[in-house]
């Protein structure tokens, strides 16, 4: 067995090992941590000094809670000191988006410019979710703005005014923002916006939003930002998610900008160990200096040179540097792609009809292949584990036998098709279907092209130079190997090992090209012995997958312990978890019966495990009916909503096609138009305060109403025996532990 015969394994296995070293900025901050001492650059370590001055206790503060005015009046202070004169704009903001109101306490302060006229905002929110103390979302883009606040003090000033929103009720339906764009005057100037947001607690600070119109803010992006992470599938796909930020409600405004996030170690986000401890200082240098980067440059230029009427396409290199290009050149690139490649074919390749016929059968058995195999591995890797559906303490043994999996599909496939189908039909198919789906996404998501086009550029410019379609071939894989890569780690932050079928489909990326060149090379190679290797790697990296911990003290799975007491009804300890709990937590908690049927918040069907639960003080909200009449045959309500204990969330809750037709809190509208699935309606950081509700019905129909409070879970009694008795690796999230108490009314 000679050396030569092997090329192609090892030229496949460094060119991928060489891709992944490449593409670890993907998970990892690139950014140095600067040191305090250093005042002409962001450092990360003066901004978690302001961080941990502002949240050192670790705990949370919801919009409206105390917690939050006192992280409030350290953050005016701090602006007090930097001479910003801060403003305070506070209110009740409800909306129709999350149905519901937020009491709202935003600060404002402003940085002078050396030019009047539009300005630009930096923004973060610095309320948290009610069980979480959020130092990375969003306490590290509170301390990133601080940081930049102060460094911008002590220069020159920018041509336009600076505007500081430290928004509130982010986390309760994005109210701050919306109470700012509506009704703060200041708005009227704003043209260029920096939003910093987190979904994790590590990670690049990629810039994952831009809005339409963006190829002036993409070139000064590639300018300006040192270590750039961004690429225009992520705004592609992000625009067409149900999730929104605050840059959400200002960009349908019709202001531009940027909009940051890292989103590594999703298991902490919202989680109670969102905390100073386990904040990536990395990532909050990465997310700072590049905020710094794109504020201080759009501060140098006339903001209207950064409006333009087309996007761009972008895509960072190893967040080395950023290429861009406008996105109506892909339409026009894909097409003269496609063509070429059936010209290199044509050219190139005398084929027959069977062995097309068979090249479509193997191409076909790849697509099927591919993702029935990852749906196989995603058991070991996963489901039996009970992985987190976003993250994993230890991913690499899953991401090899992922990525060995593939290769050992495209090998059997060649072994399997090759010697009907044959190299040249194989390559014809491949390319040509590379081609199409490049033609594809530059119609449907034109974004996204560059990750077919790049290989398909490759491919063309080396048939071009060489005249040798092996070495084009190869060429094409290794850059077919950087986007399928790319998009594999990319996709982590939106699927995890449970969803291996998924994760598995970009490497078609590099399997498709790849495909004909092993059929060429498995005559004369060792093809047994490399198949057997392969399915030695799989098997040895699914095991080790399988093995590892899925969940840890800093990877914890989100288990919550609610008491739920309804009004004539036996109370119940409720599990909430994300995913399944895991048997472990289950048993070590107490929770032995098996998942029974529930309604979460008294009108939404699940399954939970419950367990009885001795009764505690706690009082459901009242509702007081003031006004109930009907004109011109709509049914008409008037009531006053009041909370009798200090809970952080009041809800309203409508069943399943409830007769309602509209509902308004102080005047607001939260529900327009008919309930045709339950609906919650979410009061949060009102405390005791009572609020008027107005409903309108459908006359002559029961109407059933759900009325509940949530508060933090008292550790005491029973229920402090079984938070001890909560395992390490589990920690409560969102809300966290809780006490609700909960009362049905009919009108």
Not at 564 to 580: I, N, R, T, Y
Not at 625 to 637: K, L, N, S
């Given at each position: 067995?000679?050396?030569?015969?092997?090329?192609?394994?090892?030229?496949?296995?460094?060119?991928l090992?060489?891709v992944?070293?490449v593409?670890?900025?993907?998970?990892?901050a690139?950014?140095?941590?600067?040191?305090?001492?250093?005042?002409t650059?962001?450092?990360?370590?003066?901004?978690?000094?302001?961080?941990?001055?502002?949240?050192?206790?670790?705990?949370?503060?919801?919009?409206?809670?105390?917690?939050?005015?006192?992280?409030g009046?350290?953050i005016?202070a701090?602006?007090?000191a930097?001479?910003?004169?801060?403003?305070?704009?506070e209110?009740?903001?409800?909306?129709?988006?999350a149905?519901?109101?937020?009491?709202?306490?935003?600060?404002?302060?402003?940085?002078?410019?050396s030019?009047?006229?539009?300005?630009?905002?930096?923004?973060?929110?610095?309320?948290?979710?009610?069980?979480?103390?959020?130092a990375?979302?969003?306490?590290?883009?509170?301390?990133?703005?601080?940081?930049?606040?102060?460094?911008?003090?002590?220069?020159?000033?920018?041509?336009?005014?600076?505007?500081?929103?430290?928004?509130?009720?982010?986390?309760?339906?994005?109210?701050?923002?919306?109470?700012?764009?509506?009704?703060?005057?200041?708005?009227?100037?704003?043209?260029f916006?920096?939003?910093l947001?987190?979904?994790?607690?590590?990670?690049?600070?990629?810039?994952?939003?831009?809005?339409?119109?963006?190829?002036?803010?993409?070139?000064?992006?590639?300018?300006?930002?040192?270590r750039?992470?961004?690429?225009?599938?992520?705004?592609?796909v992000?625009?067409?998610?149900?999730?929104?930020?605050?840059?959400?409600i200002?960009?349908?405004?019709?202001?531009?900008?940027?909009?940051?996030?890292?989103?590594?170690?999703?298991?902490?986000?919202?989680?109670?160990?969102?905390?100073?401890?386990?904040?990536?200082?990395?990532?909050?240098?990465?997310?700072?200096?590049?905020?710094?980067?794109?504020?201080?440059?759009?501060?140098?230029?006339?903001?209207?040179s950064?409006?333009?009427?087309r996007?761009?396409?972008?895509?960072?290199?190893g967040?080395?540097?950023?290429?861009?290009?406008?996105?109506?050149?892909?339409?026009?690139?894909?097409?003269?792609?496609?063509l070429?490649?059936?010209?290199?074919?044509?050219?190139?390749?005398?084929?027959?009809?069977?062995?097309?016929?068979?090249?479509l059968?193997?191409?076909?058995?790849?697509?099927?292949?591919?993702?029935?195999?990852?749906?196989?591995?995603?058991?070991?890797?996963?489901?039996?584990?009970?992985?987190?559906p976003?993250?994993?303490?230890?991913?690499?043994?899953?991401?090899?036998?992922?990525?060995?999996?593939?290769?050992?599909?495209?090998?059997a496939?060649?072994?399997?098709?090759?010697?009907?189908?044959?190299?040249?039909?194989?390559l014809?198919?491949?390319?040509m279907?590379?081609?199409?789906?490049?033609?594809?996404?530059a119609?449907?998501?034109?974004?996204?092209?560059?990750?077919?086009l790049a290989?398909?550029?490759?491919?063309?410019?080396?048939?071009a130079?060489t005249?040798?379609?092996?070495?084009?071939?190869?060429?094409?894989f290794?850059?077919?190997a950087?986007?399928?890569?790319?998009?594999?780690?990319?996709a982590?932050v939106v699927?995890?090992?449970?969803?291996?079928?998924?994760?598995?489909?970009?490497?078609?990326?590099?399997?498709?090209?790849?495909?004909?060149i092993?059929m060429?090379?498995?005559?004369?190679?060792?093809?047994r012995?490399?198949t057997?290797?392969?399915?030695?790697?799989?098997?040895?990296?699914a095991?080790?997958?399988?093995?590892?911990?899925?969940?840890?003290?800093?990877?914890?799975?989100?288990?919550?312990?609610?008491?739920?007491?309804?009004?004539?009804?036996a109370?119940?300890?409720?599990?909430?978890?994300?995913?399944?709990?895991?048997?472990?937590?289950?048993?070590?908690?107490?929770?032995?019966?098996p998942?029974?049927?529930?309604?979460?918040?008294?009108?939404?069907p699940?399954?939970?495990?419950?367990?009885?639960?001795?009764?505690?003080?706690?009082?459901?909200?009242?509702?007081?009916?003031?006004q109930?009449?009907?004109?011109?045959?709509?049914?008409?309500?008037?009531?006053?909503?009041?909370s009798?204990?200090?809970?952080?969330?009041?809800?309203l809750?409508?069943p399943?096609?409830a007769?309602?037709d509209?509902v308004r809190?102080?005047?607001?509208?939260?529900?327009?138009?008919?309930?045709?699935?339950?609906?919650?309606?979410g009061?949060?950081?009102?405390?005791?305060?009572?609020?008027r509700?107005?409903?309108t019905?459908?006359a002559?129909?029961?109407?059933?109403?759900?009325l509940l409070?949530?508060?933090?879970?008292?550790?005491?009694?029973?229920?402090?025996?079984?938070?001890?008795?909560?395992?390490?690796?589990?920690?409560?999230?969102?809300?966290?532990?809780?006490?609700?108490a909960?009362?049905?009314?009919?009108?």
């Amino acid at each position: 067995m000679t050396p030569k015969r092997w090329s192609l394994p090892v030229l496949v296995v460094v060119a991928l090992a060489l891709v992944l070293f490449v593409l670890r900025g993907l998970e990892h901050a690139p950014a140095p941590i600067v040191p305090a001492a250093d005042r002409t650059s962001f450092s990360a370590e003066r901004a978690y000094a302001h961080l941990r001055d502002l949240i050192g206790e670790n705990v949370p503060h919801p919009a409206g809670s105390p917690a939050q005015r006192e992280i409030g009046n350290r953050i005016i202070a701090r602006l007090e000191a930097l001479g910003l004169a801060p403003q305070v704009q506070e209110g009740l903001q409800c909306s129709t988006l999350a149905p519901g109101c937020s009491q709202v306490r935003n600060i404002i302060g402003m940085r002078q410019g050396s030019r009047d006229g539009p300005a630009m905002m930096i923004t973060a929110h610095y309320d948290s979710v009610p069980g979480s103390a959020a130092a990375a979302d969003d306490g590290a883009g509170v301390a990133a703005m601080l940081e930049i606040a102060d460094l911008l003090a002590h220069r020159e000033p920018l041509q336009h005014d600076v505007i500081f929103l430290f928004a509130d009720a982010e986390e309760s339906g994005l109210r701050g923002a919306m109470h700012f764009a509506s009704q703060h005057p200041l708005m009227k100037r704003v043209a260029f916006i920096v939003n910093l947001e987190a979904r994790g607690v590590s990670g690049p600070g990629a810039m994952f939003e831009t809005g339409a119109g963006n190829e002036a803010l993409i070139g000064l992006f590639g300018e300006v930002v040192p270590r750039p992470a961004a690429n225009s599938l992520l705004f592609e796909v992000y625009r067409r998610m149900p999730n929104s930020t605050d840059f959400t409600i200002y960009s349908r405004a019709g202001v531009r900008g940027f909009n940051f996030a890292f989103s590594r170690g999703a298991s902490l986000y919202h989680s109670e160990r969102d905390d100073l401890a386990h904040l990536d200082l990395r990532s909050l240098q990465h997310q700072g200096e590049s905020a710094l980067a794109v504020l201080t440059g759009a501060g140098a230029v006339s903001l209207e040179s950064l409006r333009s009427n087309r996007d761009a396409s972008y895509v960072d290199v190893g967040t080395r540097a950023l290429l861009a290009w406008p996105v109506n050149w892909n339409l026009p690139m894909a097409l003269a792609a496609l063509l070429l490649v059936a010209a290199i074919v044509c050219w190139r390749a005398s084929l027959r009809a069977s062995q097309l016929v068979w090249a479509l059968l193997a191409v076909g058995a790849l697509l099927a292949c591919l993702p029935l195999s990852g749906w196989l591995l995603s058991w070991p890797l996963g489901r039996w584990p009970g992985a987190h559906p976003l993250d994993h303490p230890y991913p690499w043994p899953g991401r090899i036998a992922l990525i060995a999996m593939s290769l050992l599909v495209v090998l059997a496939i060649a072994r399997w098709f090759g010697s009907r189908a044959g190299m040249r039909a194989t390559l014809c198919v491949s390319w040509m279907l590379l081609g199409l789906l490049a033609l594809a996404l530059a119609f449907l998501m034109p974004g996204a092209a560059f990750l077919p086009l790049a290989p398909l550029i490759a491919f063309i410019v080396f048939v071009a130079a060489t005249r040798t379609l092996l070495v084009a071939q190869i060429a094409g894989f290794v850059i077919a190997a950087w986007s399928g890569l790319y998009l594999f780690l990319l996709a982590d932050v939106v699927l995890g090992f449970p969803s291996s079928h998924l994760k598995v489909l970009p490497l078609l990326l590099f399997a498709l090209p790849l495909l004909p060149i092993t059929m060429a090379w498995v005559d004369q190679g060792p093809a047994r012995a490399a198949t057997g290797i392969l399915s030695c790697v799989v098997l040895a990296a699914a095991a080790a997958g399988a093995l590892v911990p899925t969940h840890t003290v800093d990877r914890p799975r989100g288990v919550n312990l609610v008491h739920l007491q309804e009004e004539g009804k036996a109370p119940a300890w409720v599990l909430e978890s994300f995913g399944d709990p895991g048997r472990e937590v289950r048993h070590a908690m107490g929770f032995r019966r098996p998942m029974q049927p529930y309604l979460r918040y008294g009108v939404k069907p699940e399954m939970a495990y419950l367990e009885p639960a001795p009764p505690v003080d706690a009082a459901a909200p009242i509702l007081t009916i003031e006004q109930d009449t009907i004109r011109a045959g709509t049914r008409h309500v008037r009531a006053i909503l009041q909370s009798r204990r200090d809970a952080f969330l009041m809800m309203l809750a409508l069943p399943d096609h409830a007769p309602i037709d509209s509902v308004r809190i102080e005047g607001q509208p939260v529900i327009a138009g008919a309930v045709d699935e339950p609906r919650v309606i979410g009061l949060h950081g009102l405390g005791n305060a009572p609020v008027r509700v107005e409903m309108t019905a459908r006359a002559g129909v029961p109407l059933t109403l759900v009325l509940l409070d949530v508060a933090t879970l008292k550790g005491k009694a029973e229920a402090a025996q079984l938070l001890r008795a909560r395992p390490a690796d589990a920690a409560p999230l969102q809300f966290g532990d809780q006490s609700i108490a909960l009362r049905r009314t009919s009108l």
